[in-house]
C-alpha cells in the first residue's frame, strides 16, 4: 500500500491555489471533517481526525477519525458494520478541514445512537428560544444496544 503524503505549507498560494495537499492540523493535531450522504447530500457527522486517521481514510477508501473523547483512531463502523466507504473527499481552501462523501453500508446510519445523521434534532429559533430540541427523526435505524451491548456510549468512554 503506498503511503499518503502531505506536502509542506510553503506560501498562501501554494496552499490556497495550487495542488499540493498540504493539510493544517490543530494545536491538538486535529482537523474537522464533515461527513454526508454521497447520494443524498445530507449532512450525516462532524468528526475530527489526525494526520494517521486522515492518512488511513485515504488509503483505505474507508472513513477513519480520531476520538477525542477516547484519544484513539477508530474507524467508522468497525463495531457496528455501518462503514462509510468513501466516495469523494474534499479539502478546504486553507487545507484545514475535510469534507467526506460516503456510502454507509448497512441500514445507513451513522449515528452511535441509532438515527441516521448525528444531526437529528433541531434547535429551535430566536423567536423560540428557550423550547425543547425537535427530533427531526421519528425513529432510530438500528437499536445501539443490539450492535454495541451494554458497553458505554463510544463517544463518552
Not at 510553503?10 to 495542488?19: I, P, Y
Not at 486553507?94 to 434547535?123: N, P, T
Request: charged share 25%; aromatic share 8%.
Amino acid at each position: 500500500m503506498t503511503t499518503v503524503k502531505f506536502q509542506v505549507r510553503h506560501s498562501v498560494e501554494q496552499v490556497e491555489e495550487g495542488t499540493d495537499f498540504a493539510p493544517k492540523f490543530d494545536v491538538d493535531g486535529l482537523m474537522p471533517c464533515i461527513t454526508s450522504d454521497a447520494q443524498t447530500g445530507e449532512v450525516l457527522m462532524l468528526g475530527w481526525m489526525n494526520e494517521k486517521a486522515l492518512r488511513s481514510t485515504i488509503e483505505t477508501g474507508e472513513a477513519h477519525y480520531f476520538s477525542r473523547a477516547r484519544q484513539v483512531l477508530w474507524h467508522k463502523g468497525a463495531t457496528s458494520g455501518l462503514v462509510q466507504k468513501v466516495i469523494d473527499a474534499r479539502i478546504d481552501d486553507d487545507q484545514d478541514a475535510i469534507w467526506l462523501k460516503v456510502d454507509v453500508a448497512g441500514s445507513g446510519a451513522s449515528c452511535h445512537v441509532g438515527y441516521r445523521s448525528c444531526f437529528y434534532r433541531a434547535v429551535p429559533k430566536v423567536k423560540n428560544a428557550g423550547q425543547p430540541l425537535v427530533f427531526m427523526e421519528d425513529q432510530k435505524t438500528f437499536d445501539p444496544s443490539e450492535v454495541y451491548g451494554d458497553a458505554p456510549n463510544p463517544t463518552q468512554l
